[in-house]
């Protein structure tokens, strides 16, 4: 909640006039706790993938000839039944194992900084925090991928779920056992501990989070994609291959940037892949 009990009063405490974002946050936040601007978070989770699987699974159940071309794995079809089913779940999951979470962790959501008070930051600082969220989630996540998930132990009991689908597509992104939702929970959450930050940088954090992870898992790989231009992303034909191989594979570990398999040396098998379906030269 926020300390001003009117805009003349946040206007008098910041020393200069709100901007139209202040505005309009201070017009929405004044009156909620904090605790509830945080469950917030898991509102927009459940908007973000509800909405952003839809366009690819549209194409996927037309069975667009024009769309077609683009699919990576062209010959596994895949039914509304199973979307549905991946669907169903994750909702569970949202429901029964991130809205505790979200109760319990918001002391420690509190004790690390992050706050919903204004100023609202920058839009650098946004950018700049968001950029440092990616590296560290992603660094942390390669290695629990590799050695806690892909263990042999790791994936009987808890990877195995994700690894259903051969062919994912955009609902198989959070497909997952609950126990591999609390771990994968781990780096998500590390990055704002080690650099706290405002409430609506956590929110843009969690959502576009997710919905690169929607994109690595959409089971298409388009041209067009903006992603491209992003340098050493991962994108869906990368991790298609992780899936496609399943439960032995060691390659592609990756969940947003490809340079630690790089550095690593686990995405030989994706590159010899390549080699042998001639997209890359030997």
């Known amino acids: 909640m926020l300390p001003y009990q009117t805009l003349e009063e946040a206007v008098l405490g910041l ?16 009156e909620k706790s904090d ?12 908007l973000v993938f509800s909405l952003v699987p839809l366009p690819c699974a549209f194409m996927e159940l037309s069975q667009s000839n024009k769309m077609a071309k683009f699919k990576i794995q062209p010959k596994i079809i895949t039914s509304f039944a199973d ?9 569970k999951m949202f429901i029964f194992v991130l809205g505790p979470l979200q109760f319990l962790s918001f002391p420690a959501v509190k004790w690390v900084g992050i706050r ?11 950018l700049s925090q968001l950029i440092v969220y990616f590296l560290i989630e992603d660094y942390a996540s390669y290695w629990l991928h590799r050695l806690v998930l892909h263990s042999k132990w790791g994936y009987e009991n808890i990877h195995y779920m994700h690894h259903e689908y051969t062919a994912s597509f955009g609902f198989t992104a959070v497909y997952t056992h609950w126990g591999e939702l609390l771990i994968f929970g781990i780096p998500t959450f590390l990055a704002p501990a080690m ?5 609506i940088t956590l929110y843009l954090w969690t959502s576009l989070r997710l ?42 570990f990756a969940s947003v940037f490809s ?10 098998g994706y590159r010899l892949h ?6 890359v030269n030997p």
């Open 15 to 30: 020393g200069r006039n709100l901007t139209l974002a202040e505005k309009l946050w201070y017009n929405y936040s004044a």
């Open 259 to 268: 340079y630690c398999d790089f550095i690593y040396g686990t995405n030989k």
């Open 195 to 199: 650099v706290p930050c405002h409430m």
């Open 83 to 91: 979307m549905f089913k991946c669907y169903k779940h994750v909702m």
């Open 211 to 252: 919905v690169e992870a929607i994109d690595a898992h959409n089971g298409y790989e388009f041209p067009w994609n903006p992603t491209k231009y992003i340098p050493l992303y991962v994108g869906a034909e990368y991790h298609d291959y992780h899936h496609y191989v399943g439960g032995q594979s060691q390659s592609n």
């Open 116 to 126: 919903t008070s204004l100023p609202l930051p920058s839009l650098w600082e946004i």
């Open 274 to 279: 390549k080699q042998v379906l001639g997209k």
């Open 35 to 46: 605790f509830l601007l945080y469950c917030h978070n898991s509102l927009f989770m459940i």
